[in-house]
């Protein structure tokens, strides 16, 4: 870019210097903010630069001017983002399965450039790398994308869904026949991402995991099932799948010790009702999807939560338990 267009761009290069090299803690002086300039190929005077000033505070972005020693230094202080709460955001980026570890890493690097150099390096280190699962390809972000437009055109959606088997082959449900939803929604949950949608021949909703769902299109079909979904709380409705795992819908009533309240509401709410049986037990009813996974949630806090009803939940408990025993016999 010849030098006379590049001077055109002054005010943007000084607003980039400054977001990008500066912070609450750290500021340039105007020999610096000069300097800096002419690396550019941009030549500034003092003069032109205070009133770049000028014009960025009437854009909206204020430049501070703090004394250090005899030196002035000038920074921009407020931004979109607090620290805290890019961090925030990266734990999250980082923690999702979803996302896979090299997409991880470039969310992260395009975070850092919402901050100055400085505190980018504290995000830096604000990112551990664990052992977590994490997905595997990044087809994920063109799925969603797909099932966005779906629901925003009220259209449905084809996709084919698999599974893995043990030798890590990926295997299509319905020998590879194609699904075809009415999708409403898109629900974070358990690190994963699921899609909530009416499946118009089984007249109910049902949920899929978005990374196990290949070739998704949406069709000029319209969306069925408003009436259902517009009924359904999403938030029990997750709460009642444990891990979004499969299974019926239906009333379950516990015997749980009071010490175990706050591991009831952390899981089902504070909309339950909690109703006392004796000094050191209540009672509740939730509903849940009596799923291997519910099985396992249950035998997962020992003698403190007890399955009391109905009679068929019992009797697949006590199964369940026969069954686990017989696998781990006692010599």
């Known amino acids: 870019m010849p030098r006379s267009e590049k001077q055109k761009l002054k005010l943007l290069y000084l607003m980039k210097i400054l977001l990008a090299e500066t912070d609450s803690d750290h500021g340039l002086t105007m020999d610096e903010l000069i300097a800096k300039l002419a690396q550019e190929d941009i030549r500034a005077e003092r003069k032109s630069i205070y009133a770049d000033f000028e014009e960025l505070e ?11 020693g005899h030196n002035t230094l000038y920074s921009i202080e407020d931004r979109d983002f607090e620290l805290s709460e890019l961090k925030f955001l990266v734990d999250a980026v980082q923690a ?4 896979t570890e090299k997409k991880s890493n470039e969310l992260i690097k395009k975070l850092e450039k919402l901050t100055s150099v400085h505190n980018a390096k504290k995000l830096q280190r604000q990112v551990i790398i664990s052992g977590r699962v994490k997905a595997m390809n990044e087809s994920i972000y063109y799925s969603v994308d797909a099932l966005h437009d779906a629901i925003n055109n009220n259209r449905t959606v084809r996709f084919r869904y698999f599974n893995w088997n043990e030798k890590k082959e990926l295997v299509f449900r319905h020998n590879g026949a194609f699904y075809e939803i009415s999708p409403w929604s898109l629900v974070w949950d358990d690190e994963y991402y699921y899609l909530i949608g009416y499946d118009a021949e089984a007249g109910k909703i049902k949920h899929y995991r978005v990374d196990k769902m290949k070739n998704i299109s949406y069709t000029e079909h319209p969306r069925e099932g408003r009436d259902v979904f517009e009924k359904t709380d999403l938030q029990k409705y997750s709460r009642s799948l444990f891990g979004m795992f499969g299974g019926d819908i239906m009333p379950v009533r516990l015997e749980c010790k009071n010490s175990f309240a706050g591991i009831i509401i952390d899981r089902f709410g504070t909309d339950i009702m909690m109703i006392p049986h004796d000094a050191e037990h209540f009672h509740v009813t939730v509903n849940v999807s009596f799923s291997m996974q519910f ?13 009391i009803g109905p009679d068929e939940a019992v009797e697949q408990m006590k199964e369940t338990i026969a069954n686990l025993a017989k696998a781990y016999p006692t010599e």
């Open 96 to 99: 999702a399965k979803f996302i």
């Open 58 to 68: 009437n854009f909206g972005v204020e430049v501070q001017k703090n004394k250090d």
């Open 295 to 307: 099985i396992g949630w249950v035998t997962s806090v020992s003698e403190g939560v007890k399955v």
